[in-house]
């Protein structure tokens, strides 16, 4: 065994502590759980902060426990949300937890036969037949309001006059119960969340110390900003999913190498199972040379590999070197069409009926008249005169035609207009 703690510590990983923890973690191998609400069917990056504490915690050999809230996900946490969530039918939430099973096997071994294997509960098979008049005599006469009340996140709520329903206020203690419920039934000592959860898990260690003397502990990590304040895995399109459907591997890999330095510094520490050495190396190698984004480069391949596989990391690394890099026509046409389409995604593009491209066809009158890629013959022809124009990755002139054979996957073209500027030509 390691000591985690240490592990979480210089990794940026840590932010509140119950005493005792440390030497709990030190006398034997313990369990720990981590709680994930099915809100949607995919985890977000923003998830990835919790995900790889437990990984932390298997690979220092202690028994991770994660808890998708089929039953707290019909309520909705409150904690520090301005206005109560849309609750969702159990047929989306049944889909939504089998989802993120998925992708928390990529993480963590469920399936080894070693004791500190990594274990899947849903806190809807121990609540869903668990009464109301059961529940508030037997778990909530040990909390009083006055302690809910006194909570950061409850607080906020009332403060600023949206209000709390009784459903959202009633959350801490049902997550509260969860803690007791896998503290007695499973020998869950420790629970992991994130800072903002606070208020939630030690409601959990009070409930387990009230109703039975026993002793349990509560670590949670930071959440994660940008070095210049906005949200951290937020997008213009939204959030970065772990799911390939909802973002692409592409766009992911590329979220991750156009980090800035300073967060790519923090975030590979986060976000990596690179050792201290191997990250204190790159961080040298970077600066002494900032301009080839060493740091972007390494934290872009660990969390795309370990999210999506090599494949997908090599096809994205492919990709960026077409999209940025010096590739050739080649490179470019052994892309399949789905990459070629996450690649180009958001580029301006025309669509265009193959009956009107006429065999050959004058690149001035393909590039305006048929396309639209130039609003006008005379820009066109004086940026294909400056030689400034590609076609497929080849540069073109004014007196070179287009024919059939510069189609991509049976119906693309894709011009360059100077270095950055692409137009996508669909020909239906």
């Excluded at 109560?84 to 089998?98: A, C, D, W, Y």
């Excluded at 040990?142 to 409850?154: E, F, L």
């Excluded at 459903?167 to 420790?190: M, N, P, R």
């Amino acid at each position: 065994m390691s000591n985690v703690i240490e592990e979480l510590r210089w990794r940026g990983m840590l932010h509140d502590l119950t005493p005792g923890i440390e030497d709990h973690l030190t006398n034997g191998p313990r369990s720990a759980y981590l709680g994930f609400d099915p809100t949607a069917d995919s985890l977000h990056i923003g998830h990835l902060v919790g995900v790889m504490t437990l990984l932390h915690f298997q690979r220092s050999g202690h028994k991770p426990y994660a808890l998708v809230g089929g039953a707290t996900g019909m309520i909705g946490d409150p904690s520090f949300k301005s206005t109560e969530r849309n609750l969702l039918n159990k047929e989306t939430l049944q889909h939504n937890v089998e989802c993120i099973k998925r992708q928390l096997t990529k993480f963590l071994d469920f399936s080894s036969d070693k004791k500190n294997r990594a274990e899947l509960v849903n806190n809807y098979d121990w609540m869903a037949g668990y009464s109301f008049l059961d529940f508030i005599r037997d778990i909530g006469k040990h909390i009083t309001v006055n302690y809910m009340m006194a909570k950061d996140s409850v607080k906020k709520r009332l403060e600023d006059g949206s209000g709390l329903s009784f459903t959202e206020f009633s959350y801490q203690l049902i997550q509260g119960y969860d803690f007791y419920y896998l503290w007695k039934h499973h020998q869950v000592t420790i629970q992991l969340g994130g800072s903002d959860q606070w208020g939630n898990i030690v409601t959990g260690t009070e409930l387990i110390r009230r109703i039975e003397g026993g002793n349990a502990y509560a670590l949670t990590v930071p959440l994660v900003t940008k070095s210049d304040g906005t949200k951290f895995g937020k997008t213009e399109t939204g959030n970065i999913w772990l799911d390939a459907k909802k973002t692409s591997p592409y766009a992911f890999y590329q979220f991750w190498i156009n980090v800035s330095d300073d967060d790519a510094a923090r975030y590979i520490k986060i976000f990596t199972t690179l050792t201290k050495d191997e990250i204190e190396s790159l961080i040298a190698e970077h600066q002494k040379a900032p301009h080839h984004r060493a740091l972007q480069k390494a934290l872009g391949r660990e969390v795309t590999v370990l999210v999506h596989g090599l494949q997908e990391y090599q096809t994205a690394l492919k990709a960026t070197e077409i999209l940025f890099g010096k590739s050739s026509a080649e490179e470019l046409a052994s892309l399949d069409e789905k990459t070629f389409l996450q690649i180009f995604e958001g580029v301006p593009m025309a669509e265009v009926s193959k009956l009107s491209l006429h065999e050959p066809s004058d690149p001035v009158v393909f590039l305006t008249d048929v396309t639209g890629a130039f609003p006008s013959r005379g820009e066109a022809r004086r940026m294909l005169q400056q030689g400034a124009v590609q076609i497929n990755k080849i540069r073109w002139n004014e007196h070179q035609p287009v024919t059939k054979n510069q189609i991509l996957n049976g119906r693309y073209m894709l011009i360059q207009k100077g270095k950055k500027n692409y137009f996508l030509i669909k020909l239906v």
